[in-house]
């Protein structure tokens, strides 16, 4: 089955321990982005990637990391949490972002930042 | 990419149509409307698009005006799963890598 996968699905952690959210796709797709998605803000863009080594920032890069360095992952760090972090974050990959076709969604990672 | 309007909320009765509107006055010749849901903190799903004819899929339909100002997705036969947030997203082909969402449309569909 064509997915993207999210790990973990859920996780509290204390500010300043930094984690990392990976995210997996099976279907050859060059393109990976992160979202956010916050109450009455809705989803907004982190981080994305074009293709192996190629990563750029979306709106709301600050306090994040990303790499690249094989197509199928695309893992989110958070080096410094901090509790403004705290958000429904999403994993989506495309194989063809000039367009809006065909975005592939994980199933998201609750981060809880205490 | 242009601006979309949308409701903020809309009910729908179990088994009837669902049409949700899309106000896009400012579109150009070259973008394309994109529709999307999100059912209850999952993931963003893609429903449907079109540039200027109307369009139908195992999902749903969508009607862009002769004039492409406005648009509406339908859902024939609404079920209790569809209950989601839609959005409308009109975007350029060959514009930016970034996809873009507003607030969307909250549809209940109630028994």
């Known amino acids: 089955e064509a997915q993207v996968t999210q790990n973990p699905r859920y996780l509290i952690t204390v500010t300043g321990k930094k984690l990392t959210v990976t995210c997996s796709q099976n279907?050859?797709?060059?393109?990976m982005s992160w979202y956010r998605q916050d109450p009455g803000l809705g989803l907004r863009q982190i981080y994305y990637?074009?293709?192996?080594?190629?990563?750029d920032k979306g709106d709301v890069p600050e306090g994040y990391k990303v790499s690249r360095k094989e197509k199928r992952n695309f893992p989110l760090i958070l080096e410094s949490p901090s509790p403004n972090q705290t958000s429904l974050y999403f994993c989506?990959?495309?194989?063809?972002?000039?367009?809006?076709?065909?975005?592939?969604f994980g199933s998201g990672t609750r981060l809880t930042v205490v | 990419d242009a601006k979309t309007t949308q409701p903020t909320s809309m009910d729908c009765a179990e088994g009837r149509a669902a049409n949700l509107p899309c106000n896009h006055s400012t579109i150009s010749g070259n973008e394309y409307v994109y529709w999307y849901r999100q059912i209850h903190s999952q993931g963003p799903q893609y429903i449907i698009h079109g540039l200027k004819n109307n369009e139908t899929n195992e999902m749903a339909s969508l009607i862009i005006t002769e004039d492409r100002k406005s648009s509406t997705l339908i859902l024939p036969h609404a079920t209790l799963r569809d209950t989601a947030v839609y959005y409308c997203?009109?975007?350029?082909?060959?514009?930016?890598?970034?996809?873009?969402f507003g607030k969307g449309t909250k549809l209940s569909v109630i028994p």
């Open positions: 279907m050859n797709h060059e393109y």
């Open positions: 997203i009109v975007k350029v082909v060959g514009g930016s890598y970034q996809l873009t």
């Open positions: 990637s074009m293709n192996v080594e190629v990563t």
């Open positions: 989506a990959s495309s194989l063809d972002p000039v367009t809006a076709y065909g975005y592939t």
